[in-house]
Structure formats: C-alpha cells, structure tokens
C-alpha cells in the first residue's frame, strides 16, 4: 500500500503538470473500486457508470486543489459521494421508503448465490448514510477518519452509522444464519 501511495503521489503530479497519460494511469488504478462503491450507493449500473466518469473528470479538473497528495484516496471518494448524494436527492423524493425484498424461503441450507442476494437485500434496506458507511468500511477497506472526510462528518457519527447498520444487517440475515450455507 505505501509503495502504491507513492506511485500515485508521482502520478499526481505529473497529472498536475499536464501529463494526460498519467492521470489515465491513476483512472484506471481507482476506476473500478469507486464505480463499486457508487453502484452500492444508487444501485444502477448505468448511473455507477456515468457519476463514475463525472467524479474523474471533476477530480482532473480539481487536481490542483488536493492539497495533500497522499490524501488522493479519500479526496476521490468524496468527489464520488457528492455525485452520488446529488443524483440521489434528484430522483428520489424525500421520505420515500425502499420496498423490502422478501428473504428466500427455501428449506434447508442456501446456496451462495442465494446469501449474497439476501445481503444486497438486506443492505437495500438500509439508509443511504447507513449503506455508505458500510460499503466505505467493510467493502472499501477505509479508516473511520478517511470515512469521516469522504462523508463530511464526524467521526462519531460514522461509526454510529455503520454500528447501526451492522446491527441492523445481523437482524436482517440471522434467519440465513440459522439455516446455514452449503
């Protein structure tokens, strides 16, 4: 992780000096993780994909405004959570519920498959800042004061919402937990 830091803190700045090629280089490192958690976050590919290509082109555009390169990571991600919360508060009226999937009611043990749809069942319950906190955290890797600048909130808070998540998840999934999996 450090040796990757350091490359992408060189990346940076010869992006900052005008070098296209580099910046598609620290794209193509970052793309896939960030359109990840913006796909958690709207749950539509096609518009992971497009804030995906918005959060890039706004971070090249704002690159000289990082003001600590080794804080790429979650100056990124932040961009990327602007974009998703933006779209979000457009197509989603306020106080509007998520429709609860029912869990699958096969006997005996689940298949994986059928434990991972739970989950992405289970997550879509969610908040939006309950799920963000989650996917930041145990899908992303990133520390509770990474998660706090990418969320704009305090660190208590984030860890309010994902302990309130992961609680909320462990009620969700006990019934698949009971049954077990093949």
């Known amino acids: ?4 830091e350091v490359e992408d803190r060189d990346l940076i700045r010869r992006a900052r000096r005008g070098m296209v090629e580099a910046y598609n280089l620290l794209v193509s490192r970052w793309e896939k993780r960030v359109y990840n958690y913006l796909f958690r976050l709207v749950a539509n590919r096609e518009d992971a994909l ?7 082109l706004k971070a090249y555009r704002n690159l000289a405004r990082l003001e600590d390169e080794s804080r790429f990571a979650p100056w990124l991600f932040r961009i990327a959570h602007n974009e998703a919360y933006s779209l979000l508060r457009k197509t989603k009226p306020d106080g509007e519920l998520e429709d609860e999937a029912p869990m699958p ?4 043990r689940m298949l994986p498959i059928e434990v991972s749809i739970a989950v992405e069942s289970a997550m879509a319950r969610l908040s939006e800042d309950q799920r963000e906190a989650v996917v930041l955290k145990i899908y992303q890797g990133f520390k509770f004061e990474e998660m706090a600048e990418i969320t704009g909130c305090p660190v208590s808070t984030v860890k309010s919402r994902l302990y309130t998540a992961l609680n909320l998840l462990k009620t969700a999934l006990a019934p698949i937990d009971a049954r077990g999996v093949e």
């Not at 497009?50 to 890039?56: G, M, N, P």
């Not at 009611?105 to 005996?108: L, S």
């Open 1 to 4: 992780m450090i040796f990757r």
């Open 105 to 108: 009611g096969a006997r005996g």
């Open 50 to 56: 497009d804030l995906t290509q918005d959060t890039f």
